[in-house]
């Protein structure tokens, strides 16, 4: 995809209009405005007259470097927070299953209402639709309210009824001060319709806030006509003192049959004196929540919605009357997807479709292109028919080499093709807060971070099957006795292991091609690379960053990292831990205190008090007797950042250099780590590990060439 970066800063609310208008296109439905760039998608709130008209997304849109005060589009036009004046958006926006990143909006510590991409979705016929919004940052002052990543509000009590926001995601992080109210990460009040949309990040408001949910702060159909209707978050959420309306899905609800079918798993948390606080929907008026589900460790069963433990969240038939990918007894649209039961929960089906992933298994593989092909040159695409079953990517009108193109960009993509996750920039305490580790790990002290993007999952090994063959084709590799190591280096740098030279390597070495095997009757393509040294996972991301046409951060002859390249590299050790507690303060692991398998693949063993799981040993689910006993990527639940297997599993690398005195001395901002030294840092633990070892601030380290037990994840 292409990307369009702009580095300009905007903090203001009026300017001039650049461009003309916009990229083409002329307004209306069949040829809407197209928005090619940063400066195009300004001008849409510059033109207020243009606010009814059609808009459609043709690239990926990159904000960075602007700093908004208030919504880019429709924002508030008076000082009045709780009542909005001043004209809507009624048009449509349709995101063409394109981004835009870096969406940064700070009040400044004013407490301006109204905020998001939308200030305010107004009208039957206003549509947002087949959007994602990545790294939302939006910080408001005290009593803000209406605060939403994609709006502030869809329709109001006052005001006309709301619109449609269908096929959207929002990944981010929104704060507010004390006395602040109806905010969440897609919109901070909905009085339309939400379909088929999600979110991921924190929710997080002070003391006194009130209506905060992980998809909206309250939902209300307050005209009989309003619904949230197949959707879910991951997303946390997090009250200060005497907050109230905390909800994992919504913070309040308030009339008619209007959530149906959605789910939540991000935690949800009030300090003293909140109330009001659920998994699903933190303060219920009246109407009917139908089919709606929350992770039971999530928030407290208040009786809105059912809870599920983390295994019934992975199982298709614990949602009732959903319509998943082939079945037919809730319907034939095939909304959910889930393919197999326990390996994770279930997802959108147009978050797969949208990157030519048609068909189960996860990934885009051959099922996907035979599916491809049975739809080839099909003309009839349009939205009532799902654009030919999802195989017009392009939303074209017809399945051809441009949708091609897109699915190819995604071939053997591990998962759900580019899988990373911004984190958000912020501040926090790291290392050992509780004292009960070793000295390495203190003092606990602060450090601040740009923001960044990690990738989800550990890497697969699928994924690094891929790497493989190509670098063997490229004859950058050699294989020694079953060993991979860096072509010309002799035996000086190993890359990995095969099954040949390591039983626990899940990747086999015949007729010069690497190819992923399979264990227990269970193939591994979806399990994390286990077998890998510090430098055959520094060789893979500068072979990922080649492929994506990106800047290559590493110098292999010197395996020096330029942090000020574009490409993926490995993460420094700060990034890892910051991006492990998904935005808890003070916690062992990245959901809380205390951890049982229902959290991590690892060694349970009663030597931890925290250690509370009831059962033992290695993870039951994944001893198959045939070690390696890792998991899949994925198999348990998201961190608040939407990050998985932080713990557990593999354990990962880090670019730092290791040294156990380097907290005394570390810089505060973006640190790096040491400039030289015989170790490199790890993190994690694995699935033979103890949970002592899962504790997101414990620092292993290892010589760049070990490789037993060992994975990694990227990030840019």
């Given amino acids: 995809m292409r990307v369009v970066s702009l580095m300009l800063v905007w903090t203001g609310v009026v300017g ?73 958006f ?41 959007l994602r919004l990545l790294n939302v940052s939006i910080t408001a002052g005290n009593d803000g309210s209406y605060i939403g990543g994609l709006c502030g509000t869809n329709g109001s009590e006052e005001r006309l009824e709301g619109g449609t926001i269908r096929n959207c995601g929002v990944i981010g992080a929104i704060k507010c001060g004390d006395n602040c109210s109806f905010f969440g990460l897609l919109c901070g009040y909905n009085g339309g319709h939400i379909i088929s949309c999600y979110s991921a ?47 994992g899905l919504c913070g309040c609800m308030e009339s008619g049959d209007a959530i149906i079918n959605c789910y939540g798993t991000g935690s949800v948390s009030g300090m003293a004196g909140s109330e009001d606080i659920g998994g699903l929907c933190g303060r219920y008026i009246c109407g009917t929540i139908r089919n709606c589900y929350f992770l039971d460790t999530s928030g407290p069963d208040n009786g809105y919605g059912t809870p599920l433990t983390d295994s019934q969240m992975r199982q298709q038939a ?60 099909m003309n009839n695409c349009a939205t009532d028919n799902y654009y030919c079953g999802g195989a017009d990517l392009n939303h074209s009108g017809v399945v051809d080499l441009a949708d091609w193109g897109m699915l190819a960009a995604n071939w053997l993509a591990g998962g759900e093709g580019n899988d990373m996750v911004p984190i958000p920039a912020g501040t926090f305490q790291m290392g050992d807060s509780f004292s009960e580790g070793n000295a390495r ?40 006795s079953g060993v991979v190591y860096k072509a010309g280096s002799g035996t000086t740098f190993p890359y990995c292991d095969t099954s040949t030279s390591s039983q626990y390597s899940q990747i086999a070495f015949s007729n010069n091609s690497f190819t992923v095997r399979t264990k227990g009757g269970r193939r591994m393509v979806n399990d994390p690379m286990v077998v890998v040294s510090w430098y055959g996972a520094v060789a893979y991301c500068n072979w990922r960053s080649q492929q994506e046409g990106l800047e290559p951060c590493y110098k292999l002859s010197t395996w020096a990292c330029d942090f000020s390249k574009n490409g993926y590299r490995l993460p420094t050790e700060a990034q890892w831990e910051y991006a492990a507690r998904g935005g808890l303060s003070g916690k062992r ?32 689910t994944w001893n198959d007797g045939i070690m390696p006993y890792t998991s899949p990527v994925g198999s348990f639940t998201p961190n608040g ?71 990694f994840r990227v990030c840019r």
């Fill in 16 to 88: 001039i209009v650049l461009g003309g208008t916009y990229g083409g296109g002329s307004g209306t439905d069949l040829q809407p405005y197209q928005i090619w760039t940063a400066e195009q998608m300004h001008e849409i709130g510059l033109r207020e007259e243009d606010w009814d008209k059609h808009f459609r997304l043709m690239v990926d849109i990159d904000l960075a470097g602007r700093v908004y005060r208030k919504a880019l589009i429709a924002p508030l036009d008076t000082d009045d927070i709780w009542e909005f004046t001043g004209p809507v």
């Fill in 90 to 130: 009624g048009g449509v926006f349709d995101g063409n299953n394109y981004a835009i990143k870096n969406l940064t909006i700070d009040t400044a510590g004013e407490n301006n209402s109204f905020l998001g991409l939308f200030g305010i979705i107004e009208g039957e016929n206003a549509k947002v639709q087949n």
């Fill in 201 to 247: 990040g924190i929710v997080e408001g002070d003391n006194g806030a009130g209506y905060l949910g992980g998809l909206c702060g309250k939902h209300e159909d307050f005209r009989n006509n309003a619904s949230i209707r197949n959707s879910y978050t991951t997303a946390s959420v997090r009250g200060g003192f005497n907050s109230w309306g905390l909800g």
């Fill in 318 to 377: 614990s949602f009732v009357g959903w319509d998943f990918i082939g079945e037919t007894a809730n319907g034939t649209d095939d909304i959910w997807r889930l393919c197999g039961d326990s390996l994770k929960y279930p997802g959108l089906a147009w978050e797969y479709v949208r990157i030519g992933d048609f068909a189960c298994p996860d990934g885009v593989s051959m099922e996907d292109l035979s599916y491809y092909a049975s739809q080839w040159l």
């Fill in 441 to 480: 790990e203190r003092p606990v002290h602060t450090v601040t971070l740009s923001s960044f993007y990690m990738s989800k999952h550990e890497t697969s090994n699928a994924q690094y099957c891929q790497f493989l063959n190509s670098a063997l084709a490229q004859e950058l590799i050699t294989v020694n």
């Fill in 589 to 620: 692991f990245p959901w809380g205190d205390t951890i049982t398998h229902s959290h991590a693949n690892y060694y349970s063993r009663s030597d931890y008090s925290y250690d509370t799981s009831p059962t033992r040993g290695y993870h039951p």
């Fill in 641 to 711: 950042y939407g990050l998985y297997d932080m713990v557990g599993n593999v354990v990962e690398w880090c670019n730092d250099w290791y040294s156990g005195t380097y907290y005394g001395s570390s810089p505060e901002t973006n640190p790096t780590g040491p400039l030289t030294g015989n170790f490199r840092v790890l993190r994690g633990g694995s699935w033979y590990d103890l949970a002592r070892s899962c504790r997101v601030a414990y620092r292993p380290y290892g010589t760049p060439v070990i490789r037993y037990g060992v994975g």
